[in-house]
């Protein structure tokens, strides 16, 4: 079955950086777009960025020049790259992908940003 599990989370210090990692089985990785989500308490699940099968890549203007998305389609596992982190960032962060219709989600990796 598919399966995702984003791990790299942690605490960090406000402007510190933090590589989170998503890493896919029981897909042809390849295939599909793969997104990060992250969800604060008593907010909304939010849509980061999202890069598609060939590459392309979105980000909302909130993480927009901070955040980079990348794949790695040998290895079965996408990235993502966090630079100048803000308290704000605090959140649980989750990959996603969407395949004919539906939806799956890995467990989520924990992000502190605090002195």
């Known amino acids: 079955q598919v399966q995702l599990q984003a791990s790299g989370g942690g605490l960090v210090q406000p402007g510190g950086s933090l590589r989170l990692s998503c890493a896919a089985s029981?897909?042809?990785?390849?295939?599909?777009?793969l997104a990060w989500y992250r969800q604060a308490p008593g907010k909304q699940r939010e849509l980061l960025t999202r890069?598609?099968?060939?590459?392309?890549?979105s980000y909302a203007d909130s993480v927009k020049g901070r955040f980079t998305i990348s794949r790695d389609n040998a290895k079965n596992t996408a990235y993502l790259q966090m630079n100048s982190l803000k308290p704000d960032d605090t959140a649980v962060y989750y990959c996603?992908?969407?395949?004919?219709?539906?939806?799956?989600w890995g467990k989520g990796t924990q992000v502190t940003v605090s002195s």
């Open positions: 996603n992908t969407d395949i004919t219709g539906a939806s799956y």
């Open positions: 890069i598609t099968n060939t590459g392309t890549t």
């Open positions: 029981g897909i042809r990785f390849s295939l599909y777009a």
